[in-house]
T-cell receptor, first 110, second 116 residues
Framework: GENVEQHPSTLSVQEGDSAVIKCTYS??????FPWYKQELGKGPQLIID?????GEKKDQRIAVTLNKTAKHFSLHITETQPEDSAVYFC?????????FGSGTRLLVRP | DAGVIQSPRHEVTEMGQEVTLRCKPI?????LFWYRQTMMRGLELLIY????????DSGMPEDRFSAKMPNASFSTLKIQPSEPRDSAVYFC??????????????FGPGTRLTVL
C-alpha cells in the first residue's frame, strides 16, 4: 500500500526566514497531495493542495511543488511568522483514502 | 460558514463503558469520514460514508467499533465496550466531492477520548 515519509520531524526558523518541508510517496498512482496545518488542540486545517497534472501551486506565502518522476512533493512557507508555528502534515491519495505523513513540528522564533 | 462540528470535545470514561462520538458535516457535503489520531500510528481512516452509506469500513479496528449515518447532517461513532488502548483523538471530516474522488477533506476540531 501507499507509504508517505515526511522530513524533517522538527524545524525551527527565525521569523521572516523560509521553511521547507519535504514528503515522498511510494504509490505512483497517487494523484492528489494536500497539506494540513494542525494547531494545538485543533483539527487539521487544509492549507493548500496540488493535483498530479500541476507542478507548482502558490497561495500568498505558501507554495507546494510536485515532482512526479521522483515521487516527492514539498511545502514552502516564505516570510514566516510566529502564527505559522504548528504541526504540518502532508498526505497522498489516489482516491478518497488520504495517507498521511508523520508530521513536522514547525517553530517560528520571534 | 460553519465547519464540521463534533461533540463532545473531551470525553473521559472508564474501561468497559460505552462511548458515543457525534459529528455534523459541513452543509451540502455528501461524504463523511471518521479518523483516529495517535502518537504511535498518526492519522488513520476508520470509515467513509457517501450519501449516508458506508463505503469503506476497512479501517475500523474491531467489532467494538461501529458507525452510523442516519441522515445527511449527522453521524455517530460508537465504542462498546471501551478499552484504554482506544484513547486517542477522533476526527470527523467531510468532503464536497463524492465517491472515490472525495479526496478534498475538511476536518472538525476532534474529540479527545481518554479511557481509564
Amino acid at each position: 500500500g501507499e507509504n508517505v515519509e515526511q522530513h524533517p520531524s522538527t524545524l525551527s526558523v527565525q521569523e521572516g526566514d523560509s521553511a521547507v518541508i519535504k514528503c515522498t510517496y511510494s504509490d505512483s498512482a497517487s494523484n492528489y497531495f494536500p497539506w494540513y496545518k494542525q494547531e494545538l488542540g485543533k483539527g487539521p486545517q487544509l492549507i493548500i493542495d496540488i493535483r498530479s497534472n500541476v507542478g507548482e501551486k502558490k497561495d500568498q506565502r505558501i507554495a507546494v511543488t510536485l515532482n512526479k518522476t521522483a515521487k516527492h512533493f514539498s511545502l514552502h512557507i516564505t516570510e514566516t511568522q510566529p502564527e505559522d508555528s504548528a504541526v504540518y502534515f502532508c498526505a497522498a491519495s489516489r482516491w478518497y483514502k488520504l495517507i498521511f505523513g508523520s508530521g513536522t513540528r514547525l517553530l517560528v522564533r520571534p | 460558514d460553519a465547519g464540521v462540528i463534533q461533540s463532545p470535545r473531551h470525553e473521559v470514561t472508564e474501561m468497559g463503558q460505552e462511548v458515543t462520538l457525534r459529528c455534523k458535516p459541513i452543509s451540502g457535503h455528501n461524504s463523511l469520514f471518521w479518523y483516529r489520531q495517535t502518537m504511535m500510528r498518526g492519522l488513520e481512516l476508520l470509515i467513509y460514508f457517501n450519501n449516508n452509506v458506508p463505503i469503506d469500513d476497512s479501517g475500523m479496528p474491531e467489532d467494538r467499533f461501529s458507525a452510523k449515518m442516519p441522515n445527511a447532517s449527522f453521524s455517530t461513532l460508537k465504542i462498546q465496550p471501551s478499552e484504554p488502548r482506544d484513547s486517542a483523538v477522533y476526527f470527523c471530516a467531510s468532503s464536497p466531492d463524492e465517491g472515490p474522488k472525495a479526496d478534498t477533506q475538511y476536518f472538525g476540531p476532534g474529540t479527545r477520548l481518554t479511557v481509564l
